[in-house]
């Protein structure tokens, strides 16, 4: 399933046992989101093109003790409401989770105005913000359940389409907001939400070089668990990291402050968007390949690391 109907399917049960439970959307559709608005229409807004006055309904309802829901495209969703996110919803500590759908050039035909490659940023600097990145189609309900449970702002990060399990997760790995795949290694790469596989499937092909890494999947980005974190990435001679995000700000960076403050022996390379605006309109592949964080791009990185790992042994 769509990773958004997953998620709006998830809320869809709970709130029909729960009439706090409130769906905020802004002129969107969905198949999932049909059913919500026509078995719940008391539990259901369409807020309109309006997604600044959306995030003030949805504060004003949280303070009558609902617990609201707003969908919309990333880029419109965090850009646009920056201001009524910081003030009405962080400042004020209320239970809103906001659906943010398309992050990266999810929505590159669309052009420049559909990127979203500042959301990670800007989303980490609100102070009392959860944010999830999910992975994978079970990591996706899973989310759902932890916002209703967070009891203050959280931001949902959604990539577009159906992304297959990747296969369960532990019980501390729910708690540290990360998974490790693969093996002993002495190259492990940190990505988050569909990049994930994306990493995975060039670690295959590395593997098939000879060249071994482990894979982190970083899939809650806010509260950070820094210190299992760090006992992670103390393992590894070489972290790379990839994102579909600009370098200022995101997961590379997230991850440069874990190597800096726990005083990590490693070398690192952030692989994200430079920074600049990609002034393009195109497949989401084409738009990656642009920018650098293709599959070949980060196969090159992968091999480069490799080199560098021997050269030091």
Same mark, same amino acid.
């Given at each position: 399933?769509?990773?958004?109907?997953?998620?709006?399917?998830?809320?869809?049960?709970?709130?029909?046992?729960?009439?706090?439970?409130?769906?905020?959307?802004?002129?969107?559709?969905?198949?999932?989101?049909?059913?919500?608005?026509?078995?719940?229409?008391?539990?259901?807004?369409?807020?309109?093109?309006?997604?600044?006055?959306?995030?003030? !309904?949805?504060?004003?309802?949280?303070?009558?003790?609902?617990?609201?829901?707003?969908?919309?495209?990333?880029?419109?969703?965090?850009?646009?409401?920056?201001?009524?996110?910081?003030?009405?919803?962080?400042?004020?500590?209320?239970? !809103?989770?906001?659906?943010?759908?398309?992050?990266?050039?999810?929505?590159?035909?669309?052009?420049?105005?559909?990127?979203?490659?500042?959301?990670?940023?800007?989303?980490?600097?609100?102070?009392?913000?959860?944010?999830?990145?999910?992975?994978?189609?079970?990591?996706?309900?899973?989310?759902?359940?932890?916002?209703?449970?967070?009891?203050?702002?959280?931001?949902?990060?959604?990539?577009?389409?159906?992304?297959?399990?990747?296969?369960?997760?532990?019980?501390?790995?729910?708690?540290?907001?990360?998974?490790?795949?693969?093996?002993?290694?002495?190259?492990?790469?940190?990505?988050?939400?569909?990049?994930?596989?994306?990493?995975?499937? !060039?670690?295959?092909?590395?593997?098939?070089?000879?060249?071994?890494?482990?894979?982190?999947?970083?899939?809650?980005?806010?509260?950070?668990?820094q210190k299992p974190?760090?006992e992670v990435l103390?393992?590894?001679?070489?972290?790379?990291?990839?994102?579909?995000?600009?370098?200022?700000?995101?997961?590379?960076?997230?991850?440069?402050? !874990?190597?800096?403050?726990?005083?990590?022996?490693?070398?690192?390379?952030?692989?994200?968007?430079?920074?600049?605006?990609?002034?393009?309109?195109?497949?989401?592949?084409?738009?990656?390949?642009?920018?650098?964080?293709?599959?070949?791009?980060?196969?090159?990185?992968?091999?480069?690391?490799?080199?560098?790992?021997?050269?030091?042994?």
């Open positions: 399933m769509d990773m958004r109907d997953r998620f709006i399917s998830t809320i869809y049960r709970r709130a029909v046992d729960d009439r706090r439970i409130v769906f905020l959307s802004c002129e969107y559709g969905a198949p999932s989101l049909d059913r919500f608005r026509s078995d719940l229409p008391e539990q259901f807004i369409n807020a309109g093109i309006s997604e600044q006055n959306a995030i003030s !309904v949805a504060a004003g309802l949280a303070k009558e003790g609902k617990q609201v829901i707003v969908y919309s495209i990333a880029s419109f969703i965090t850009l646009r409401c920056l201001e009524q996110i910081k003030l009405d919803l962080c400042t004020m500590g209320l239970p !809103v989770t906001l659906v943010a759908v398309g992050p990266g050039y999810a929505y590159g035909v669309d052009g420049p105005t559909h990127h979203c490659t500042e959301d990670l940023a800007l989303m980490r600097a609100m102070g009392a913000m959860t944010i999830y990145s999910p992975s994978d189609d079970r990591m996706v309900a899973m989310t759902a359940e932890m916002a209703l449970a967070a009891g203050g702002p959280v931001y949902c990060r959604l990539d577009r389409g159906d992304f297959p399990n990747l296969g369960k997760l532990s019980a501390a790995e729910k708690e540290n907001g990360f998974r490790v795949f693969g093996g002993p290694a002495r190259i492990c790469l940190v990505t988050t939400g569909a990049l994930v596989r994306q990493a995975l499937d !060039v670690a295959a092909q590395s593997a098939d070089r000879g060249i071994e890494l482990a894979v982190v999947d970083l899939f809650r980005i806010k509260p950070l668990a974190l760090a103390s393992r590894f001679d070489f972290i790379l990291t990839l994102e579909e995000h600009t370098l200022n700000g995101g997961l590379g960076s997230l991850v440069a402050e !874990v190597v800096v403050d726990y005083g990590l022996k490693t070398r690192l390379r952030r692989m994200g968007i430079d920074d600049h605006h990609l002034y393009a309109y195109g497949r989401r592949e084409r738009l990656k390949t642009m920018a650098g964080i293709d599959n070949g791009s980060l196969a090159e990185a992968i091999l480069e690391a490799a080199g560098k790992c021997r050269n030091a042994a």
